[in-house]
Protein backbone atom coordinates (compact mmCIF):
# COMPACT_ATOMS: atom_id res chain seq x y z
CA UNK A 1 0.00 0.00 0.00
CA UNK A 2 1.07 3.30 -0.87
CA UNK A 3 2.56 5.76 2.04
CA UNK A 4 2.42 9.59 1.75
CA UNK A 5 6.11 10.92 0.90
CA UNK A 6 7.50 13.40 3.05
CA UNK A 7 8.69 16.17 0.20
CA UNK A 8 7.74 19.95 1.60
CA UNK A 9 10.58 21.82 3.64
CA UNK A 10 10.53 24.98 4.93
CA UNK A 11 10.74 27.02 2.27
CA UNK A 12 7.60 24.91 0.52
CA UNK A 13 5.44 25.45 3.78
CA UNK A 14 5.68 29.44 3.53
CA UNK A 15 5.05 29.59 -0.45
CA UNK A 16 2.16 26.64 0.29
CA UNK A 17 0.91 29.16 3.30
CA UNK A 18 1.79 32.81 1.67
CA UNK A 19 0.83 31.27 -2.04
CA UNK A 20 -2.77 29.40 -0.83
CA UNK A 21 -3.69 33.42 1.08
CA UNK A 22 -3.19 35.73 -1.56
CA UNK A 23 -5.82 35.10 -3.92
CA UNK A 24 -8.16 37.55 -5.60
CA UNK A 25 -9.46 39.18 -1.97
CA UNK A 26 -6.33 41.62 -1.56
CA UNK A 27 -7.34 43.30 -4.94
CA UNK A 28 -10.74 43.93 -4.66
CA UNK A 29 -12.00 43.73 -0.97
CA UNK A 30 -10.65 47.45 -0.03
CA UNK A 31 -13.27 48.44 -2.42
CA UNK A 32 -15.64 47.41 0.01
CA UNK A 33 -14.24 47.89 2.97
CA UNK A 34 -13.78 51.68 2.18
CA UNK A 35 -17.31 52.22 1.73
CA UNK A 36 -18.57 50.38 5.04
CA UNK A 37 -16.01 52.18 6.97
CA UNK A 38 -15.83 55.29 5.15
CA UNK A 39 -12.05 56.34 6.60
CA UNK A 40 -8.61 55.53 5.95
CA UNK A 41 -7.95 54.68 9.48
CA UNK A 42 -10.98 52.67 9.60
CA UNK A 43 -10.22 50.52 7.06
CA UNK A 44 -6.26 50.10 7.73
CA UNK A 45 -7.69 48.71 10.79
CA UNK A 46 -10.27 46.28 9.99
CA UNK A 47 -6.92 44.50 7.54
CA UNK A 48 -4.81 45.18 10.61
CA UNK A 49 -7.40 42.92 13.20
CA UNK A 50 -7.64 40.68 10.50
CA UNK A 51 -3.78 40.25 9.77
CA UNK A 52 -4.11 40.27 13.51
CA UNK A 53 -6.19 37.37 14.15
CA UNK A 54 -4.98 36.01 11.28
CA UNK A 55 -1.52 35.63 13.12
CA UNK A 56 -2.88 34.50 16.58
CA UNK A 57 -4.65 31.68 15.17
CA UNK A 58 -1.56 30.39 13.15
CA UNK A 59 1.01 30.79 16.01
CA UNK A 60 -2.09 28.94 18.69
CA UNK A 61 -2.50 26.44 15.10
CA UNK A 62 1.69 25.41 16.05
CA UNK A 63 1.00 23.98 19.14
CA UNK A 64 -1.88 21.57 17.87
CA UNK A 65 0.09 21.04 14.46
CA UNK A 66 2.90 19.57 16.35
CA UNK A 67 0.74 18.02 18.39
CA UNK A 68 -0.97 15.67 15.73
CA UNK A 69 1.27 16.62 12.35
CA UNK A 70 -0.58 14.32 9.79
CA UNK A 71 -3.09 14.69 7.42
CA UNK A 72 -6.27 16.28 7.89
CA UNK A 73 -5.41 19.41 10.07
CA UNK A 74 -8.46 20.88 11.61
CA UNK A 75 -10.87 18.26 11.06
CA UNK A 76 -8.21 15.99 13.51
CA UNK A 77 -7.84 19.16 15.83
CA UNK A 78 -11.28 19.56 16.65
CA UNK A 79 -12.16 15.34 16.23
CA UNK A 80 -9.39 15.19 19.09
CA UNK A 81 -10.52 18.30 21.29
CA UNK A 82 -14.19 17.79 21.15
CA UNK A 83 -15.95 14.27 19.26
CA UNK A 84 -16.08 13.01 15.78
CA UNK A 85 -19.37 14.51 14.98
CA UNK A 86 -17.77 18.03 15.36
CA UNK A 87 -14.99 17.44 13.54
CA UNK A 88 -17.49 15.52 10.66
CA UNK A 89 -19.35 18.66 10.61
CA UNK A 90 -16.04 20.82 9.83
CA UNK A 91 -14.88 17.80 7.32
CA UNK A 92 -18.48 17.91 5.56
CA UNK A 93 -18.59 22.01 5.46
CA UNK A 94 -15.19 22.05 3.94
CA UNK A 95 -15.41 20.15 1.12
CA UNK A 96 -20.01 21.18 0.29
CA UNK A 97 -18.68 24.62 0.50
CA UNK A 98 -15.50 26.11 2.16
CA UNK A 99 -12.78 24.66 0.09
CA UNK A 100 -14.77 23.89 -2.90
CA UNK A 101 -16.88 27.10 -3.39
CA UNK A 102 -13.08 29.08 -2.83
CA UNK A 103 -11.07 27.13 -5.80
CA UNK A 104 -14.56 27.63 -7.63
CA UNK A 105 -14.16 31.57 -6.76
CA UNK A 106 -10.27 32.01 -7.46
CA UNK A 107 -10.69 30.06 -10.29
CA UNK A 108 -13.47 32.19 -11.91
CA UNK A 109 -11.22 35.29 -10.72
CA UNK A 110 -8.45 34.09 -12.80
CA UNK A 111 -11.01 34.09 -15.53
CA UNK A 112 -12.11 36.86 -15.02
CA UNK A 113 -9.07 38.57 -15.22
CA UNK A 114 -7.84 36.42 -18.70
CA UNK A 115 -10.94 38.43 -19.99
CA UNK A 116 -9.12 41.45 -19.68
CA UNK A 117 -6.59 40.66 -21.48
CA UNK A 118 -9.31 39.16 -24.13
CA UNK A 119 -12.40 40.51 -23.14
CA UNK A 120 -14.11 39.27 -26.92
CA UNK A 121 -12.96 36.02 -26.10
CA UNK A 122 -12.97 35.17 -22.32
CA UNK A 123 -16.39 36.67 -20.92
CA UNK A 124 -19.52 35.41 -18.96
CA UNK A 125 -21.67 35.59 -21.92
CA UNK A 126 -24.06 32.06 -21.79
CA UNK A 127 -22.83 29.42 -24.55
CA UNK A 128 -25.74 27.70 -23.44
CA UNK A 129 -28.15 28.50 -21.08
CA UNK A 130 -28.99 25.49 -18.47
CA UNK A 131 -30.98 26.65 -15.74
CA UNK A 132 -31.40 29.53 -13.50
CA UNK A 133 -27.38 30.88 -13.25
CA UNK A 134 -26.46 27.78 -14.05
CA UNK A 135 -24.88 28.16 -17.73
CA UNK A 136 -22.11 27.62 -19.99
CA UNK A 137 -19.62 30.41 -20.76
CA UNK A 138 -16.44 30.85 -21.85
CA UNK A 139 -15.18 32.43 -18.94
CA UNK A 140 -16.22 29.38 -16.50
CA UNK A 141 -15.45 27.03 -18.96
CA UNK A 142 -11.75 28.33 -18.88
CA UNK A 143 -12.29 28.44 -14.84
CA UNK A 144 -13.23 25.02 -15.44
CA UNK A 145 -9.72 24.18 -16.99
CA UNK A 146 -7.65 25.66 -14.88
CA UNK A 147 -9.22 23.29 -11.62
CA UNK A 148 -8.81 20.31 -14.20
CA UNK A 149 -5.45 20.95 -14.95
CA UNK A 150 -3.99 21.84 -11.71
CA UNK A 151 -5.73 18.77 -10.27
CA UNK A 152 -4.08 16.52 -12.91
CA UNK A 153 -0.54 17.80 -11.99
CA UNK A 154 -1.00 17.25 -8.52
CA UNK A 155 -2.01 13.52 -8.94
CA UNK A 156 1.08 13.31 -10.46
CA UNK A 157 2.71 13.50 -6.85
CA UNK A 158 3.43 16.19 -4.34
CA UNK A 159 7.00 17.22 -5.75
CA UNK A 160 5.32 18.43 -8.86
CA UNK A 161 2.87 20.17 -6.66
CA UNK A 162 4.86 21.68 -4.33
CA UNK A 163 7.17 23.10 -7.58
CA UNK A 164 4.60 24.96 -8.87
CA UNK A 165 2.97 26.01 -6.15
CA UNK A 166 6.91 27.35 -5.32
CA UNK A 167 6.76 29.05 -8.92
CA UNK A 168 3.78 30.91 -8.69
CA UNK A 169 4.07 31.43 -4.83
CA UNK A 170 7.47 33.19 -5.45
CA UNK A 171 6.77 35.00 -8.29
CA UNK A 172 3.13 36.81 -7.20
CA UNK A 173 5.18 38.02 -4.29
CA UNK A 174 7.88 39.44 -6.31
CA UNK A 175 5.19 40.83 -8.36
CA UNK A 176 3.14 42.36 -5.12
CA UNK A 177 6.23 44.00 -3.95
CA UNK A 178 7.15 45.23 -7.08
CA UNK A 179 3.79 47.12 -7.18
CA UNK A 180 4.12 48.20 -3.41
CA UNK A 181 7.54 49.86 -4.71
CA UNK A 182 5.97 51.84 -7.27
CA UNK A 183 3.41 52.62 -5.67
CA UNK A 184 5.48 54.36 -2.92
CA UNK A 185 7.68 55.85 -5.63
CA UNK A 186 4.35 57.52 -7.25
CA UNK A 187 2.61 58.57 -4.83
CA UNK A 188 0.29 61.38 -4.67
CA UNK A 189 0.47 64.26 -2.23
CA UNK A 190 -2.86 65.54 -3.04
CA UNK A 191 -4.23 62.24 -2.29
CA UNK A 192 -2.35 61.50 0.34
CA UNK A 193 -3.13 64.83 2.13
CA UNK A 194 -6.87 64.24 1.64
CA UNK A 195 -6.74 60.64 2.77
CA UNK A 196 -4.37 61.07 5.81
CA UNK A 197 -5.36 64.92 7.12
CA UNK A 198 -8.45 63.28 9.17
CA UNK A 199 -7.96 59.68 9.90
CA UNK A 200 -10.09 57.74 12.52
CA UNK A 201 -12.73 60.11 12.24
CA UNK A 202 -15.49 59.81 15.26
CA UNK A 203 -18.60 59.66 12.96
CA UNK A 204 -17.35 58.71 9.75
CA UNK A 205 -19.67 58.65 6.27
CA UNK A 206 -19.88 55.06 4.82
CA UNK A 207 -21.45 54.52 1.58
CA UNK A 208 -24.40 51.99 2.08
CA UNK A 209 -26.63 50.65 -1.00
CA UNK A 210 -30.15 50.90 0.47
CA UNK A 211 -32.92 49.71 -2.17
CA UNK A 212 -30.32 49.29 -5.21
CA UNK A 213 -28.99 53.48 -4.45
CA UNK A 214 -25.82 54.66 -2.71
CA UNK A 215 -26.48 56.52 0.16
CA UNK A 216 -24.26 58.22 2.57
CA UNK A 217 -24.96 57.13 5.97
CA UNK A 218 -22.90 58.93 9.19
CA UNK A 219 -21.62 56.23 10.97
CA UNK A 220 -20.02 56.40 14.82
CA UNK A 221 -19.75 54.73 18.30
CA UNK A 222 -21.11 51.18 17.99
CA UNK A 223 -21.77 51.74 14.01
CA UNK A 224 -18.25 51.82 13.55
CA UNK A 225 -18.01 48.52 15.60
CA UNK A 226 -20.36 46.96 14.05
CA UNK A 227 -18.82 48.09 10.64
CA UNK A 228 -15.50 46.94 11.56
CA UNK A 229 -17.01 43.44 12.29
CA UNK A 230 -19.02 43.01 8.87
CA UNK A 231 -15.77 43.86 6.94
CA UNK A 232 -14.07 41.10 8.39
CA UNK A 233 -16.49 38.91 6.25
CA UNK A 234 -13.45 40.27 3.55
CA UNK A 235 -10.27 40.88 4.92
CA UNK A 236 -10.37 37.31 6.96
CA UNK A 237 -11.48 35.60 3.35
CA UNK A 238 -8.50 37.44 1.53
CA UNK A 239 -6.43 36.17 4.92
CA UNK A 240 -8.03 32.30 4.68
CA UNK A 241 -6.70 29.24 3.77
CA UNK A 242 -3.64 29.72 5.82
CA UNK A 243 -4.17 26.74 7.83
CA UNK A 244 -4.19 24.61 4.25
CA UNK A 245 -0.22 23.00 5.67
CA UNK A 246 -1.68 21.63 8.17
CA UNK A 247 -4.06 19.50 6.16
CA UNK A 248 -0.85 17.86 4.66
CA UNK A 249 1.40 17.21 7.50
CA UNK A 250 2.22 13.44 6.66
CA UNK A 251 3.67 14.89 4.10
CA UNK A 252 5.92 17.88 5.50
CA UNK A 253 9.45 17.41 6.23
CA UNK A 254 9.69 17.02 10.09
CA UNK A 255 6.28 18.33 10.77
CA UNK A 256 6.46 18.74 14.41
CA UNK A 257 8.51 21.90 13.51
CA UNK A 258 8.07 23.20 9.81
CA UNK A 259 4.24 22.93 9.99
CA UNK A 260 4.22 25.68 13.00
CA UNK A 261 6.67 27.54 11.28
CA UNK A 262 5.72 27.54 8.26
CA UNK A 263 2.11 28.48 9.50
CA UNK A 264 4.09 31.74 11.62
CA UNK A 265 6.03 32.85 8.65
CA UNK A 266 3.44 32.43 6.06
CA UNK A 267 1.18 34.35 7.54
CA UNK A 268 3.77 37.38 8.79
CA UNK A 269 4.53 37.60 5.56
CA UNK A 270 1.13 37.91 3.85
CA UNK A 271 -0.45 39.98 6.38
CA UNK A 272 2.74 42.80 6.00
CA UNK A 273 2.29 42.80 2.38
CA UNK A 274 -1.66 42.87 2.37
CA UNK A 275 -1.18 46.50 4.91
CA UNK A 276 1.58 47.67 2.49
CA UNK A 277 -0.86 47.01 -0.49
CA UNK A 278 -3.50 49.07 1.23
CA UNK A 279 -1.28 51.87 1.82
CA UNK A 280 -0.38 52.17 -1.77
CA UNK A 281 -4.14 52.07 -2.92
CA UNK A 282 -4.33 55.26 -0.03
CA UNK A 283 -1.31 56.95 -1.47
CA UNK A 284 -2.44 57.10 -5.46
CA UNK A 285 -6.36 56.68 -5.31
CA UNK A 286 -8.78 58.94 -2.95
CA UNK A 287 -10.86 56.64 -0.38
CA UNK A 288 -13.63 58.69 -1.31
CA UNK A 289 -15.52 58.42 -4.55
CA UNK A 290 -18.45 58.94 -6.90
CA UNK A 291 -20.17 55.56 -8.79
CA UNK A 292 -21.05 58.35 -11.96
CA UNK A 293 -17.37 59.36 -12.15
CA UNK A 294 -15.84 58.00 -15.22
CA UNK A 295 -12.14 58.44 -14.20
CA UNK A 296 -10.30 56.33 -11.31
CA UNK A 297 -9.20 58.88 -9.37
CA UNK A 298 -13.20 60.17 -9.55
CA UNK A 299 -14.27 56.96 -8.53
CA UNK A 300 -11.73 56.55 -5.54
CA UNK A 301 -11.43 53.31 -3.57
CA UNK A 302 -15.11 53.22 -2.49
CA UNK A 303 -16.53 52.78 -6.43
CA UNK A 304 -13.75 51.45 -8.38
CA UNK A 305 -14.99 49.59 -11.28
CA UNK A 306 -16.19 46.20 -10.09
CA UNK A 307 -14.23 46.70 -6.98
CA UNK A 308 -11.08 46.14 -8.64
CA UNK A 309 -8.89 48.40 -6.73
CA UNK A 310 -5.77 47.52 -7.48
CA UNK A 311 -6.59 47.60 -11.16
CA UNK A 312 -7.90 51.22 -10.62
CA UNK A 313 -4.38 51.96 -8.62
CA UNK A 314 -1.94 50.33 -11.41
CA UNK A 315 -3.94 52.19 -13.96
CA UNK A 316 -3.43 55.50 -11.91
CA UNK A 317 0.03 55.11 -11.85
CA UNK A 318 0.89 53.79 -15.43
CA UNK A 319 -2.07 53.97 -17.25
CA UNK A 320 -3.34 51.14 -19.54
CA UNK A 321 0.21 49.24 -20.07
CA UNK A 322 -0.19 48.93 -15.58
CA UNK A 323 -3.71 47.77 -15.88
CA UNK A 324 -2.73 44.77 -18.15
CA UNK A 325 0.69 44.18 -15.75
CA UNK A 326 -2.06 44.34 -12.63
CA UNK A 327 -4.44 42.01 -14.93
CA UNK A 328 -1.18 39.59 -15.59
CA UNK A 329 -0.52 40.05 -11.21
CA UNK A 330 -3.79 38.77 -10.48
CA UNK A 331 -4.07 35.78 -13.11
CA UNK A 332 -0.47 34.44 -11.51
CA UNK A 333 -1.93 35.24 -8.55
CA UNK A 334 -4.84 33.16 -8.65
CA UNK A 335 -3.60 30.34 -10.54
CA UNK A 336 -0.82 29.89 -7.62
CA UNK A 337 -3.45 29.94 -4.94
CA UNK A 338 -6.02 27.57 -6.78
CA UNK A 339 -2.85 25.22 -6.78
CA UNK A 340 -2.12 25.13 -3.12
CA UNK A 341 -5.58 24.53 -2.08
CA UNK A 342 -6.70 21.83 -4.68
CA UNK A 343 -3.04 20.15 -3.35
CA UNK A 344 -4.22 20.78 0.73
CA UNK A 345 -7.99 20.01 0.37
CA UNK A 346 -8.12 16.49 -0.78
CA UNK A 347 -6.29 15.41 2.50
CA UNK A 348 -9.06 16.49 4.12
CA UNK A 349 -11.37 14.22 2.97
CA UNK A 350 -9.02 11.26 3.01
CA UNK A 351 -8.67 11.47 6.77
CA UNK A 352 -12.16 11.90 7.12
CA UNK A 353 -12.42 8.45 4.70
CA UNK A 354 -9.25 6.60 6.83
CA UNK A 355 -11.82 7.17 9.75
CA UNK A 356 -14.74 5.52 7.96
CA UNK A 357 -16.41 9.00 7.76
CA UNK A 358 -16.25 9.33 3.98
CA UNK A 359 -16.71 7.32 0.59
CA UNK A 360 -13.95 4.66 1.05
CA UNK A 361 -12.48 5.07 -2.39
CA UNK A 362 -11.21 8.74 -0.97
CA UNK A 363 -9.17 7.28 1.79
CA UNK A 364 -7.00 5.37 -0.89
CA UNK A 365 -3.22 6.84 -2.67
CA UNK A 366 -2.42 6.35 -6.11
CA UNK A 367 0.97 5.14 -7.38
CA UNK A 368 2.61 8.69 -6.75
CA UNK A 369 1.68 8.47 -2.99
CA UNK A 370 -1.48 11.31 -3.42
CA UNK A 371 -5.01 10.59 -3.02
CA UNK A 372 -6.25 10.69 -6.64
CA UNK A 373 -10.16 10.27 -6.18
CA UNK A 374 -10.51 12.88 -3.24
CA UNK A 375 -8.38 15.04 -5.92
CA UNK A 376 -11.00 14.49 -8.83
CA UNK A 377 -14.24 14.20 -6.73
CA UNK A 378 -12.92 18.23 -5.58
CA UNK A 379 -12.58 18.72 -9.14
CA UNK A 380 -15.80 17.42 -10.22
CA UNK A 381 -17.68 18.94 -7.15
CA UNK A 382 -15.62 22.53 -7.91
CA UNK A 383 -16.67 22.66 -11.28
CA UNK A 384 -19.99 22.24 -10.39
CA UNK A 385 -19.90 25.48 -7.99
CA UNK A 386 -18.16 27.23 -10.96
CA UNK A 387 -21.14 26.47 -13.66
CA UNK A 388 -23.70 27.54 -11.30
CA UNK A 389 -22.41 30.78 -10.29
CA UNK A 390 -23.35 30.43 -6.88
CA UNK A 391 -20.11 29.87 -5.15
CA UNK A 392 -20.22 33.87 -3.79
CA UNK A 393 -23.57 33.03 -2.07
CA UNK A 394 -22.12 30.25 -0.71
CA UNK A 395 -19.05 31.35 0.85
CA UNK A 396 -20.82 34.43 2.26
CA UNK A 397 -23.28 31.59 3.62
CA UNK A 398 -20.22 29.81 5.31
CA UNK A 399 -17.96 32.72 6.14
CA UNK A 400 -19.48 33.15 9.94
CA UNK A 401 -19.44 29.77 10.19
CA UNK A 402 -15.89 29.23 9.08
CA UNK A 403 -14.54 32.22 11.97
CA UNK A 404 -16.82 30.06 14.35
CA UNK A 405 -15.09 26.75 13.79
CA UNK A 406 -11.90 28.74 14.42
CA UNK A 407 -13.03 29.95 17.55
CA UNK A 408 -13.85 26.21 18.35
CA UNK A 409 -10.23 25.25 17.32
CA UNK A 410 -8.79 27.59 19.22
CA UNK A 411 -10.75 26.52 22.63
CA UNK A 412 -9.71 23.18 21.80
CA UNK A 413 -6.06 24.00 23.44
CA UNK A 414 -7.85 24.84 26.49
CA UNK A 415 -9.75 21.38 26.38
CA UNK A 416 -6.59 19.31 24.94
CA UNK A 417 -4.38 20.76 27.56
CA UNK A 418 -6.61 18.94 30.14
CA UNK A 419 -7.73 16.14 27.88
CA UNK A 420 -4.27 15.07 27.38
CA UNK A 421 -1.64 16.97 29.42
CA UNK A 422 1.28 14.33 28.83
CA UNK A 423 0.97 14.57 24.90
CA UNK A 424 4.09 15.75 23.34
CA UNK A 425 4.03 19.13 22.33
CA UNK A 426 7.36 20.35 20.28
CA UNK A 427 5.88 23.43 20.20
CA UNK A 428 3.98 25.30 22.35
CA UNK A 429 1.29 28.51 21.80
CA UNK A 430 3.05 31.72 22.92
CA UNK A 431 1.75 33.84 25.48
CA UNK A 432 -0.95 31.38 26.93
CA UNK A 433 -3.44 31.68 27.62
CA UNK A 434 -3.54 35.32 26.99
CA UNK A 435 -2.73 34.90 22.89
CA UNK A 436 -5.26 31.87 22.04
CA UNK A 437 -8.13 33.72 24.73
CA UNK A 438 -7.60 37.32 23.22
CA UNK A 439 -8.49 35.52 19.57
CA UNK A 440 -11.31 33.76 21.09
CA UNK A 441 -13.21 36.74 22.56
CA UNK A 442 -12.42 39.07 19.31
CA UNK A 443 -13.18 36.17 16.72
CA UNK A 444 -16.80 35.49 18.78
CA UNK A 445 -17.10 38.96 18.78
CA UNK A 446 -16.89 38.77 15.12
CA UNK A 447 -19.42 36.20 15.13
CA UNK A 448 -22.09 37.94 17.34
CA UNK A 449 -21.84 40.90 14.81
CA UNK A 450 -22.59 38.85 12.14
CA UNK A 451 -25.31 37.51 13.22
CA UNK A 452 -26.75 40.60 14.14
CA UNK A 453 -26.03 42.30 11.18
CA UNK A 454 -25.76 39.56 8.45
CA UNK A 455 -28.75 36.79 9.31
CA UNK A 456 -29.67 36.20 5.81
CA UNK A 457 -26.41 34.70 5.55
CA UNK A 458 -25.72 33.39 8.81
CA UNK A 459 -28.63 31.18 9.47
CA UNK A 460 -28.22 29.55 5.55
CA UNK A 461 -24.45 28.67 6.71
CA UNK A 462 -25.46 26.71 9.81
CA UNK A 463 -28.46 25.00 7.87
CA UNK A 464 -25.69 23.50 5.40
CA UNK A 465 -23.35 22.35 8.30
CA UNK A 466 -26.68 21.58 10.03
CA UNK A 467 -27.06 19.01 6.90
CA UNK A 468 -24.09 16.92 7.86
CA UNK A 469 -25.67 15.07 10.70
CA UNK A 470 -28.09 12.99 8.48
CA UNK A 471 -24.81 13.07 6.46
CA UNK A 472 -22.72 11.88 9.23
CA UNK A 473 -25.06 8.91 10.78
CA UNK A 474 -25.76 7.73 7.43
CA UNK A 475 -21.42 7.00 7.33
CA UNK A 476 -21.76 5.84 10.71
CA UNK A 477 -24.03 3.44 9.98
CA UNK A 478 -21.60 2.20 6.98
CA UNK A 479 -23.73 3.00 3.79
CA UNK A 480 -21.20 3.94 1.78
Known amino acids: M??????????????????TMIGSGIFLVSSDVARQTGDTGWLLLSWLIAGGLTMMAALSYGELASMFPHAGGQYVFLQKAYNRLIGFLYGWSFFAVIQTGTIAAVAVAFAKYTGVLAPSVINDEPIIPIYGSFQISSQRLLAIATIILLTYSNTKGVKLGKIIQNIFGSTKLIALAFLIVIGFIYTNSEVISANFS??????PTAMLSVNNEWTATMIGGMGIVLALGVTQVGTLFSSDAWHGLATAGDEVINPERNIPRGLAIGTLLVTVL???????????????GSPEATDVIGRGIQFASQDRVAAATAEAIGGPSMAVFMAILIMISTFGCNNGLILTGARMTYTMAKDNLFFKSFGKLNKAAVPSTALWWQCAWAGVLCLSGKYGDLLDYLMTVVILFYVLTIIGIFILRKKMPDHPRPIKTPLYPVLPLLYVIIASAIVIILIKEKPQFTFPGLGIVALGVPVYLWFRKGLK
Open 2 to 19: ANFKREINLYDAVMLVSG
Open 198 to 203: HIFQAN
Open 274 to 288: YLLTNLVYLFILPLE
